[in-house]
């Protein structure tokens, strides 16, 4: 039993370190802009909620690599719609967050 234990308290912090969320080719052109004021000269094409494990059964995962997956798959997301800029519409709380996506391009 103590084995068992030692084992998963060894892979709970690992497991949370890893990024689980993989870029799509073409989502790598879209941006991510600042939160504020709508960006000039774009249209808004929606608004996109994500959401990732930010706890994995008693540890948090960082938090760095939590919002770097929520924008990797807002991003993922923005493509369909279709979009090109997205805008955090908040912080992220309890691993997920909204964004608005927006067509800047032509």
């Known amino acids: 039993m ?4 030692s084992v998963l308290l060894l892979l709970v912090p690992s497991l949370a370190a890893c990024t689980w ?12 802009v600042p939160a504020g004021a709508a960006p000039a000269g774009c249209v ?6 994500v959401a990732v494990k930010h706890s994995v059964a008693f540890y948090e995962r960082n938090q760095v690599k939590v919002r770097d997956e929520l ?3 807002a991003r993922n997301e923005a493509v ?3 979009a090109d800029t997205l805008q955090p519409l908040g912080e ?12 800047c391009g032509s």
């Open 21 to 32: 969320v993989p870029i799509k080719p073409e989502a790598k052109q879209v941006r991510v």
């Open 92 to 103: 992220p709380s309890g691993g997920s967050q909204r964004f608005a996506a927006w067509r």
């Open 44 to 49: 808004k094409q929606g608004e996109i909620e």
């Open 2 to 5: 103590s084995r068992r234990l």
């Open 80 to 82: 369909a719609l279709p």
């Open 71 to 73: 924008e990797t798959l």
